[in-house]
């Protein structure tokens, strides 16, 4: 568990919630006096760790409807080791409820968690969630805190068969979404399967966004080893939050913040992690926003260095075929981790301030079909990566594809594009059988970014005109300024920066201008003239709302672009905010 060893040990007057409770003042009267109003004695909570469980929990979230449970759990283990735990609850954006886009809350949850450590007499946070953004979301907020936390992660939803068939989260779904459009399964099973997909409590049980953010904090260190592959059902899910209950303790006791911890080797091996995992585009934005907050200067081009090298191992839904029960049962991250040691930084340590070296020296792996070692990867980096980053003159500031996940016969293509300038002119116009698109034809939705949106939405995985579904068609290039979720699957190229709302590139291509996609080059351009581009730069308008007040507003007047991470740019790293005055 913790090593204190190399570690000061601060005292009971060094504890910030001193601040609040220890004073002889009518404020600290208060404060001892309102604690005691819940029923407390002075003696349970005077002179003790005050552990603040930030936690995510929601009805509005499946993913999350566990860890009210789970938090009795940490609560249980925090009372044991000597703190006092206190529960506070935080916004949950459940990725499948919150509309338009739970990306558009990722930073409020990011401040909500920060102000809600500030403002409380907090000594140390364990930040319960798991469900796609609200990983980025605690971390970051937690980042920028700078206060000893330990994320605990929701874990992952049982595996899922109907009628024999695997089935996993988002990515089933949208293959048999496909099949009842074409009439290969009927409406009698589509409403079974309703039912039927999505077995337990937990988040996504493919390698989507949320297993992505949650294995990659894992690696970073944020989390007890392995505990992002513990299902969420499984009895070993409780007795791994109450032992983040107990670390934390010993974490806040040793003043085991980030800032003392955490260093671009940790990111590095956090995106090792990805990469074998064959993880979600998202993480690629959510990383840069962590490291920001961490005053760790991390770009895409570090994560397609790490790319290039590290194979797809883990196989796991979309990018192979089993799912996250496989996974752990087949020995989880630490076991994956192991195969990676040639790439990692072993000297890198986490929450526990034991280093990476210590976290896999005893990891097997027990399936070797579900982790692949380096000589049999899943998918062979010739033919596909979990990041590949793009850039041209349709992205000069950069765009991401999963080409582990792509046609390999798409990788290399040159197609007329057809534009659609909002999601709405998307839906009325794919399946019309007037729409003059082939196999070939790139298929482009822009507006769609952290601005025009507002808040990125997971639009970029664009529907396969009917007609071709019929066909045959599986897959074909997309483009957009959107995100795509880590669940799905197909050559579509995300996060193109600037987005057109800003005025990028993206904003002049035309339909029928031809589109060149390199994959191995690392290029996509639209072959269009700089005079004639200049010509339409000169007549472009913006054509997305901007709204006038509420969050979206804020949220359009200061999110920076998918490359650097869609932060709010007044909450990157920057002075540390002072200490409440308490008077
Ligand atoms: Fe919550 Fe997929 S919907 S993790």
């Not at 338009?100 to 969630?129: C, K, S």
């Not at 979301?137 to 000893?148: K, N, R, Y």
């Not at 297993?211 to 989390?223: E, K, N, R, V």
């Amino acid at each position: 568990m913790f090593d204190a060893s190399h570690l000061r040990k601060v005292g009971v007057s060094d504890l910030r919630s001193q601040r609040w409770y220890a004073p002889d003042t009518i404020r600290a009267f208060a404060h001892r006096q309102r604690t005691q109003q819940m029923g407390l004695n002075r003696e349970e909570f005077l002179g003790k760790p005050v552990i603040g469980i930030i936690n995510t929990w929601s009805e509005m979230s499946a993913c999350h409807v566990h860890l009210r449970e789970r938090a009795e759990a940490v609560k249980r283990a925090v009372w044991a080791a000597g703190g006092y735990p206190v529960e506070l609850p935080a916004l949950s954006v459940g990725e499948v409820m919150v509309k338009p886009t739970t990306m558009l809350y990722r930073n409020f949850l990011a401040m909500e968690t920060e102000e809600l450590l500030r403002q409380h007499p907090i000594d140390g946070a364990v930040l319960m969630g798991g469900c796609d953004k609200s990983t980025p979301a605690l971390l970051m907020g937690a980042l920028s805190m700078d206060i000893p936390a330990i994320f605990c992660p929701a874990g992952p939803m049982s595996s899922g068969k109907w009628r024999g068939h695997i089935t996993g989260a988002g990515t089933h779904t949208k293959k048999f979404w496909d099949q009842l459009r074409v009439g290969a399964i009927t409406q009698h099973d589509w409403v079974e399967l309703e039912g039927a997909m999505t077995r337990s409590i937990g988040t996504c049980n493919t390698m989507g966004t949320a297993s992505t953010m949650t294995s990659i904090a894992d690696a970073i260190g944020f989390t007890l080893p392995g505990a992002s592959s513990i299902p969420a059902a499984d009895s070993r899910h409780p007795q791994m939050a109450a032992l983040c209950g107990k670390t934390i303790v010993d974490m806040v006791w040793h003043d085991h913040r980030p800032s003392k911890w955490l260093e671009k080797g940790n990111f590095l091996n956090g995106i090792v992690a990805y990469m074998a995992l064959g993880g979600s585009t998202n993480a690629a934005i959510h990383l840069i926003a962590m490291a920001n907050r961490a005053k760790i200067a991390l770009t895409l081009e570090d994560m397609e260095a790490v790319a290039r090298e590290v194979p797809v191992l883990a196989n796991l839904f979309p990018s192979g075929d089993r799912l996250m029960e496989d996974f752990y049962f087949a020995g989880g991250l630490m076991a994956l981790m192991k195969k990676l040691e040639p790439f990692l930084r072993l000297d890198m340590v986490g929450v526990t301030n034991r280093p990476v070296s210590d976290w896999i020296e005893n990891a097997a792996c027990f399936d070797e079909d579900v982790i692949r070692g380096l000589n049999n990867p899943v998918i062979p980096l010739s033919t596909g990566r979990a990041l590949a980053v793009l850039r041209g003159n349709l992205c000069p500031n950069g765009a991401v594809m999963k080409s582990s996940a792509a046609q390999p016969s798409l990788l290399k293509h040159r197609g007329p594009a057809i534009v659609f300038d909002t999601p709405q002119e998307l839906s009325e116009r794919i399946d019309d059988p007037a729409l003059e698109v082939t196999r070939d034809s790139v298929l482009i939705l822009r507006n769609a970014g952290p601005v025009g949106a507002p808040g990125m939405p997971e639009w970029g995985n664009l529907p396969i005109p009917k007609k071709l579904l019929k066909d045959g068609v599986t897959d074909m290039v997309r483009i957009s300024d959107s995100r795509m979720s880590g669940t799905h699957y197909g050559t579509c190229i995300l996060h193109v920066a600037p987005e057109a709302a800003v005025g990028g590139p993206l904003a002049l291509v035309r339909t029928g201008d031809i589109i060149e996609l390199d994959v191995a080059a690392g290029t996509l351009n639209m072959l269009v003239g700089d005079e004639e581009l200049a010509a339409r730069r000169a007549a472009w308008k913006p054509v997305h709302r901007t709204y006038g007040r509420s969050f979206a507003a804020l949220y359009q007047q200061h999110v920076t672009q998918a490359d650097q991470g869609c932060d709010f740019d007044f909450l990157q790293a920057g002075e540390a905010v002072p200490e409440p005055h308490i008077y």
